[in-house]
């Protein structure tokens, strides 16, 4: 075959195998857009899969529990009443000052009051200050601002009191069993004495709440997210661990104080603002008073050093 032919053969091929592909994409309907939704790059999830847990957190059951008690404590605790909260995450073991200062460096924490102690009468502040205690000089809104930057807020009160007392309506996060300093918890120390300081998170394993957690009896008060409320079961959301708006507490607290009715909300003064609820505990509250049903209250400003935190989320 010469040249040329061969050229107009191979050119009359081409012109085929187009016309045969035209067709078949008539055949097949028209290609497929840029509006088409791509193929996604990652897998996505199931419904119902379960998540891997943070490491340094514990969840807590979501159900219905008994908070508060009868005949036992201040009146602000009583009296004992159902409870319901949903599934939640609460972190293993206290804020500690290593873990805060993190925050610190990242520049989204304030630095903790560095002169707590001194102004406590309760020695060196170096004593509280080991990388493992638990952050102490630290107010609410520093609280706030550290479990923020975890991705994770403050327990409210009621969380706070199920992941303590579970369903069994327990005295303390261990059990029923009497307060035991050696094996339990970090309490009973007397401020400024020789080693009446808090003690590394996690160092009462016995001592742990029904879920895991450690320390919720002793060591340091936790801030919580909700105002005190010294009405909160009384009130339209009790079952639901809903405390009253400010506004309604402000009312409260002005009866209480009308009425002469100081010990009402316990040893501290009836307040006169909205302050913020804190549990379980530090190393200097006497073991009789380590009650999981136990409520104090401070102004939200406060940095002291028997007052830290823990960090919740929601499941």
Not at 78 to 98: C, I, K, M, R, Y
Request: glycine fraction near 10%; hydrophobic fraction near 35%; include cysteine.
């Amino acid at each position: 075959m010469s040249e040329r032919a061969w050229q107009r053969t191979f050119a009359w091929a081409c012109a085929a195998l187009l016309a045969g592909g035209a067709a078949a994409r008539a055949q097949s309907g028209p290609a497929p857009t840029h509006d088409a939704e791509p193929a996604p790059s990652e897998p996505r999830p199931v419904h119902g899969e379960v998540q891997a847990l943070p490491d340094d957190m514990l969840p807590v059951p979501g159900g219905t529990f008994t908070m508060g008690a009868d005949g036992v404590g201040e009146r602000d605790e009583q009296p004992a009443h159902s409870v319901s909260v949903p599934d939640f995450l609460l972190d293993t073991t206290e804020v500690s000052n290593g873990k805060y200062l993190e925050c610190v460096a990242a520049g989204a924490c304030k630095p903790y009051r560095d002169d707590v102690a001194r102004g406590f009468h309760a020695g060196p502040e170096a004593d509280f200050r080991a990388a493992q205690q638990p952050v102490v000089g630290v107010s609410w809104f520093d609280a706030v601002a550290y479990c923020a930057f975890r991705g994770k807020r403050l327990p409210r009160e009621a969380e706070w009191e199920r992941a303590a007392r579970a369903d069994d309506g327990r005295k303390y996060a261990w059990g029923d069993s009497a307060p035991d300093p050696e094996q339990l918890a970090c309490f009973g120390r007397k401020v400024g004495a020789k080693g009446a300081t808090t003690m590394p998170v996690a160092s009462y394993p016995l001592g742990r709440g029904p879920y895991g957690h450690f320390d919720l009896t002793g060591n340091v008060w936790e801030w919580t997210a909700d105002i005190y409320d010294p009405m909160a079961y009384s009130r339209e959301g009790r079952d639901r661990g809903i405390p009253g708006s400010c506004e309604q507490v402000l009312e409260s607290l002005a009866s209480l104080r009308k009425a002469k009715r100081q010990g009402y909300t316990g040893s501290n003064p009836i307040p006169t603002s909205c302050e913020r609820a804190l549990r379980g505990g530090a190393f200097n509250y006497p073991g009789a008073a380590l009650r999981a049903s136990n409520r104090v209250h401070h102004p939200p400003g406060w940095r002291m050093l028997v007052a830290g935190f823990r960090c919740a989320r929601d499941r």
